[in-house]
């Protein structure tokens, strides 16, 4: 009776938070601003394909319904994945069924399937899938599948089985690159097996895997067509394939991410799993603990010779979902303060990581941490940039056509505006990311100024995307091919950490100097000091083809004095050698200031660039700390 209510207390509890979680998810997901990448499959969804260059065809399908049926915007978009991510945790609850082969421990097996479920629920990366329109979550979903069908297929191979093989191994071909490691290594567990290799010897599991097989001829296909770009991205470009010592942090970060005890107890699940325990079914418990423990080890040792600079922690969820199955027997072997310390931090876990998108969704909140390592750039700032890029359009004439510099630009206001057809300019993010391709098949990668018309441009650039030593170069490389730019329109969001710049171009390109937005630095005080109310302000400042004439220092955007401006520091033209400022070496500045009256605490430090034709530049804000 005890084991009874145990498992009905489970299954009230699954039920209960499954449906607080789907719609505390769709709350946050009206209210999260659209990140960078969905920008980009909706877009993909508007030049519909069977492939494209960065993924298969499943992601941007998966947003042109969402949006065709409920409208462009976030929730429009997001709203299919939405629906695949509640199903993940049933699909576990399914899965981990097939563990109780014994009649007699039935009530304990549905508990723990339940409890498994719960774990599904709260796991934080897994739990918020759904939230954003990403492939993560078909290729979840098309891992599950697989699971769920092998376990099936392990104990009798049926038709059924097959199908739910073939129909796994087909979403997962259409919806990431990332698909064929959890192929390669389901095999891999399957023929570690005796009753693996029967199931391998079956007709009816080579159609399943013909199928499958199919699934990836669109990608193929596509990269046939245009010199394997997509291939040569995924597997050879975007990783150093040189060993590097940062794949160390890879298990840390995914301790961190699972969090650490849970992330412990699925170590010991996959131990104990291999040793043909915790599960009656003890071919069942090494299946899920070999495909589970191979792709997160897996891509734990490819950390050590892949890419290091993009965003990677997600790739284990396959793994970690294939494991959820065996962690409830596990920790019915722990202790019980151990047990509760596991479920207490799994919720802490989540509960922050759903913290997070909240904080991002809130304006106020993510501009506190806009000086941050973790400041959400990839969500920052693109309802302000549409407006003002509406507003500077509305003053231009009616044929004046918008162009941005890079991918994220172009496929952010092309969904704030609903206009998938906005020209992008050559820009190391398009390569970086794998969308260069992409963009020049769909012909809005424009090489040069010619290809662009014979028009009004207003060119959108994020200043922000391009580090800073490297930024006057990139303002060079925008005048040589768009001619010399004119005064920008400033649009700084969350004291300047997002920025982007508004240029009305004309019609023909211009010749002569290039001229350039203003650059400047402010020496001291430094970012986050403690300052007394009168401090002092240092730094440098300049304006290629212009030149400066006034600097204004502002303190949480009011100006609290103007700079002797106008002093010699040669290094600066040493160190920004194309700089064509008519003033150099005479771009330094000093300047006594007053913070007045405001309360101590945290202030925003900045600068109001006045250029010698009259244009007023508004430079990011620091941080400072005002002390009594």
């Given amino acids: 009776m005890r084991i009874e209510h145990d498992e009905g207390r ?34 993909e969804g508007r030049h519909l394909a069977l492939a494209y260059s960065d993924l298969p065809g499943l992601t941007a399908w998966l947003a042109r319904l969402g949006t065709s049926i409920a409208g462009t915007h976030p929730f429009g978009l997001r709203w299919p994945f939405l629906v695949v991510g509640a199903a993940l945790p049933w699909m576990v609850v399914r899965i981990a069924r097939l ?45 599950l599948l697989c699971v769920d069908a092998g376990a099936r297929l392990l104990r009798r191979v049926d038709t059924a089985g097959a199908l739910e093989l073939a129909a796994g191994l087909a979403l997962g071909a259409l919806s990431h690159y990332r698909f064929a490691a959890v192929v390669v290594l389901g095999f891999a567990a399957l023929l570690s097996m005796p009753a693996g290799r029967r199931v391998l010897k079956d007709a009816r599991t080579w159609v399943a895997v ?18 394997d770009a997509g291939l040569r991205f995924q597997l050879v470009e975007r990783h150093p394939w040189s060993f590097h010592f940062d794949g160390a942090w890879f298990f840390i970060v995914q301790a961190l991410l699972a969090t650490p005890l849970l992330f412990a107890a699925m170590a010991h699940a996959a131990v104990r799993g291999v040793q043909g325990q915790g599960a009656d079914d003890r071919v069942f418990a090494r299946y899920c603990a070999m495909l589970g423990g191979l792709v997160v080890v897996g891509f734990g040792v490819l950390a050590f010779f892949a890419d290091n600079e993009r965003v990677s922690f997600h790739w284990t969820l396959p793994g970690l979902y294939a494991l ?48 941050a390592k973790w400041y959400p750039s990839g969500f920052a700032g693109w309802d302000a940039l ?27 206001l092309g969904f704030a505006l609903n206009d998938p057809r906005i020209a992008v300019l050559p820009h190391r993010l398009n390569e970086r990311h794998g969308r260069a391709p992409q963009l020049a098949i769909w012909q809005l990668l424009a090489d040069d100024r010619a290809s662009l018309g014979a028009q009004p441009l207003l060119l959108v650039v994020g200043a922000s995307e391009v580090r800073y030593r ?23 969001i969350d004291h300047g950490r997002q920025r982007f710049l508004l240029f009305a171009m004309p019609a023909e390109k211009a010749s002569g100097d290039c001229t350039a937005p203003a650059m400047a630095w402010i020496d001291m005080p430094l970012r986050g000091a403690r300052v007394p109310r009168d401090f002092e302000v240092s730094g440098w400042a300049f304006k290629d083809g212009v030149g400066i004439a006034r600097v204004e220092v502002t303190l949480d955007g009011k100006p609290i004095g103007v700079a002797d401006y106008g002093q010699a520091d040669p290094g600066i033209r040493g160190f920004w050698q194309g700089s064509n400022d008519p003033q150099h070496p005479y771009v330094a500045y000093t300047a006594h200031v007053s913070a007045g009256a405001v309360k101590p605490g945290l202030h925003w430090l900045g600068l109001r660039l006045v250029a010698r034709d009259g244009t007023i530049e508004d430079w990011p804000e620091q941080p400072l700390r005002i002390v009594d």
Wanted: proline share 8%; hydrophobic share 55%; aromatic share 10%.
């Fill in 210 to 227: 013909a199928i499958g097989a199919a699934a990836w001829a669109p990608l193929l296909a596509w990269n046939f067509g245009n010199a």
């Fill in 10 to 43: 489970a299954r009230r509890a699954f039920i209960w938070l499954w449906t607080l979680l789907v719609a505390v998810k769709l709350v946050v997901a009206v209210r999260l601003p659209l990140f960078v990448d969905e920008a980009f499959y909706w877009q």
């Fill in 99 to 143: 563990a109780c082969t014994d009649p007699d421990h039935a009530a304990v097996g549905e508990m723990r399937a339940w409890q498994a479920g719960l774990l599904a629920l709260l796991l934080p990366l897994g739990g918020t899938l759904g939230v954003l329109a990403l492939p993560d979550v078909p290729l979840t979903f098309a891992t």
């Fill in 324 to 371: 959820l199955p065996l962690v409830p027997a596990t920790l019915a072997q722990w202790p019980r303060g151990w047990r509760r310390a596991t479920w207490a931090l799994l919720a802490a876990g989540f509960i922050a990581m759903l913290g997070y998108y909240i904080v991002v969704s809130s304006p106020a909140a993510r501009a506190r941490f806009a000086t």
């Fill in 386 to 412: 549409a407006d003002a890029v509406r507003a500077k359009r509305a003053t231009m004439p009616e044929n004046a056509r918008i162009v941005a510099d890079n991918f994220k630009v172009g496929a952010e």
């Fill in 470 to 492: 490297e930024l006057l170069g990139h303002y060079h490389a925008l005048c040589a091919r768009m001619g010399p730019l004119p005064p920008p329109e400033v649009v700084n």
